[in-house]
Nanobody
Framework: QVQLVESGGGLVQAGGSLRLSCAAS????????MRWYRQAPGKERELVAT???????NYADSVKGRFTISRDNAKNTVYLQMNSLKREDTAVYYC?????????????WGQGTQVTVSS
């Protein structure tokens, strides 16, 4: 089993910054890709950013230029630096990881961390 634990959420004013962290622990051979999703009230969960094992990144258009995803492979941790936050960034942010164990691919989710942006 793999556990993903997010941290760093909170309340911030519009224009401010937050840094989310997601640490993976448990039994796995490697982590292939890690992602951040978010889900606002009444909306579907959406993909925010992806980072591969080779450190390639991809972002949703709505966060390009404001958010930066990074990872520390030695710590099995992924980060999401969020700058110039807007009210529409308010959501529960979830970490997601693709892991390899015993020749199989497994996907895991964190419990989520709330980000609230006030005007």
């Amino acid at each position: 089993q793999v556990q993903l634990v997010e941290s760093g959420g909170g309340l911030v004013q519009a224009g401010g910054s937050l840094r989310l962290s997601c640490a993976a622990s448990g039994t796995f051979f490697s982590i292939i890709a890690m992602r951040w999703y978010r889900q606002a009230p009444g909306k579907e969960r959406e993909l925010v950013a992806t980072i591969t094992g080779g450190l390639s990144t991809n972002y949703a258009d709505s966060v390009k230029g404001r958010f930066t995803i990074s990872r520390d492979n030695a710590k099995n941790t992924v980060y999401l630096q969020m700058n110039s936050l807007k009210r529409e960034d308010t959501a529960v942010y979830y970490c997601n990881a693709d892991t390899v164990r015993d020749g199989g691919l497994y996907k895991y989710w964190g419990q989520g961390t709330q980000v609230t942006v006030s005007s």
